[in-house]
């Protein structure tokens, strides 16, 4: 297939050389965002290339984004992946998608429908840390979440992932067939753990019977995802469209560095995804926290401390000094120490491949796109590393330092008096909190004290209130560059 939308493409675009005929869904993903587009969607695309698998992927949305359903079914479900190096760009036609359905437009039966088919293997997912639709502070199922209360009471009618997926499951039990392996592509620590939790307690909550059957017969293997990519944007899509030769409204630009490292445990087979780069292993946990402390706690530090600065994306805050040399040293002074890593690992270089990575000028990684959920983020990117430091006695200062921004930034006001467009689960709560207190010290010990973010260990040790404090009033008195380049 030589076009999308039925344009020709400009030379150089690099397109499906497999045979997309042959392929058959026997993966169903929920959540056909950016990140999945240029990571699980192109792994599969790049091992149809290399060997006769016929895996193919049907593509689900469940909130939103219908349009983008719409758009991929019109164009033969290809869609383009802009791989943008600092110096050059190659433009890939993914064809590994064989179906696109949304509840609107195909209605809920048809999606359980299509999850319930014999051959469907895999049902994978990248829905957000809220998602899963638990409590933070526990790991354990929201029973107060909307969602999860109206999927309780009309179980054949989900609106959740966790809601589909164990109907979905149930139909294949009543119907005598063997049960799909669930997926997480989530930044969630031990994120197929999470699944499983969320989706047994679910479950136990219409059937105990149900519930230990699936405990007994799914996986929920645990992954690691690495690739920075930003969310797609007006600029994005027509840079992309000049390299095609066509409009692609599915089109999605990202980095060349890619990583996925995946727990070996598939009850219904899998695909040869190491053969695209992928690596399997025993178990994912120590590369998990190596990127959820250092890439994504760093992350979380620059987009909080860069947006309070001034900075609109990532690269931006790269070109300052002090925000460099700080996010190095956030990484190999805060997060790396905490980290218990397999022998041969080398962290100071990952973290230098790290800073190459933030730096890189030809991607638009927006600081208000990371600064997203914290609520949800900070628990796993920050919680873990400073519990190491406060038991061991050492220095936390940039973890505290990012925790204060985050405070600072969820006021909703910047600080040229603008104001901030937070998005956030929690965030009419903690706009609460910083509106009763005002810009004043006062509101560090408050937003600490909420244990869906912070447990009480974390959130009343009086060194984590003194060293947020401190960073917080630094923020108030010097601005966020001033208290960044202290560090």
Same mark, same amino acid.
Request: include cysteine.
């Given at each position: 297939?030589?076009?999308?939308? $039925?344009? &020709? !493409?400009?030379?150089?675009? %690099? @397109? ?10 026997? /993966? #169903? ?114 029973? $107060?979440? &909307? !969602?999860?209360?109206?999927? %309780? @009471? ?10 589909? /997926? #164990? ?321």
């Amino acid at each position: 297939m030589k076009t999308i939308a $039925n344009t &020709p !493409l400009n030379s150089g675009i %690099l @397109l499906p050389e497999y045979d997309r005929s042959r392929l058959v869904t026997r /993966i #169903v993903h929920l959540g056909f965002g950016a990140f999945h587009r240029a990571h699980q969607g192109l792994f599969t695309h790049e091992m149809l290339a290399k060997t006769d698998s016929d895996w193919g992927i049907c593509e689900v949305n469940l909130f939103g984004g219908e349009s983008l359903i719409q758009s991929l079914c019109k164009q033969d479900h290809l869609y383009s992946v802009a791989e943008k190096g600092a110096e050059s760009t190659e433009v890939k036609v993914i064809g590994s998608v064989t179906e696109a359905m949304h509840p609107a437009k195909n209605g809920i039966q048809a999606i359980l429908e299509k999850m319930a088919e014999p051959q469907v293997a895999i049902v994978s997912m990248t829905i957000t840390e809220k998602g899963y639709c638990t409590d933070p502070a526990t790991g354990k199922l929201d029973k $107060n979440n &909307p !969602l999860v209360q109206q999927d %309780l @009471l009309t179980p054949q009618h989900p609106k959740s992932a966790l809601g589909y /997926i #164990v109907q979905a499951l149930k139909l294949r039990r009543e119907r005598g067939l063997p049960p799909f392996t669930v997926m997480s592509c989530d930044n969630v620590q031990e994120n197929g753990h999470v699944a499983k939790a969320a989706i047994l307690e679910f479950a136990q909550s219409l059937d105990a019977e149900f519930r230990d059957w699936i405990e007994t017969h799914v996986t929920f293997p645990c992954t690691m995802v690495d690739r920075i990519v930003p969310a797609a944007t007006p600029e994005t899509l027509s840079d992309i469209a000049t390299l095609l030769g066509c409009d692609d409204p599915c089109a999605i630009a990202c980095e060349p560095f890619r990583q996925w490292v995946i727990e070996d445990n598939f009850v219904a087979g899998r695909p040869d995804w190491n053969v695209a780069g992928a690596e399997f292993v025993a178990d994912v946990v120590p590369y998990e926290e190596m990127k959820l402390r250092m890439l994504n706690g760093s992350h979380s530090f620059l987009a909080y401390l860069g947006y309070l600065g001034g900075y609109d994306h990532i690269s931006d805050t790269m070109t300052d000094a002090g925000y460099r040399k700080a996010a190095f040293d956030m990484m190999m002074k805060a997060q790396a120490p905490s980290l218990t890593m397999p022998a041969g690992t080398d962290l100071q270089a990952y973290a230098m491949l790290l800073i190459e990575r933030f730096t890189n000028p030809s991607l638009k990684h927006r600081t208000w796109q990371i600064a997203m959920d914290g609520s949800q983020k900070i628990p796993q990117r920050m919680g873990g590393s400073l519990k190491y430091h406060l038991a061991n006695g050492t220095d936390f200062s940039w973890i505290t330092t990012a925790i204060a921004g985050w405070m600072r930034y969820v006021s909703g006001i910047d600080e040229a008096g603008n104001e901030i467009d937070v998005r956030d689960p929690m965030a009419e709560q903690l706009r609460r909190i910083c509106d009763q207190h005002g810009f004043h010290v006062s509101v560090v010990p408050a937003l600490l004290g909420i244990e869906a973010i912070f447990p009480r260990e974390l959130g009343q040790n009086p060194q984590v209130i003194d060293a947020v404090s401190r960073a917080y009033q630094s923020l108030l008195d010097n601005g966020a560059r001033a208290t960044v380049a202290a560090l």
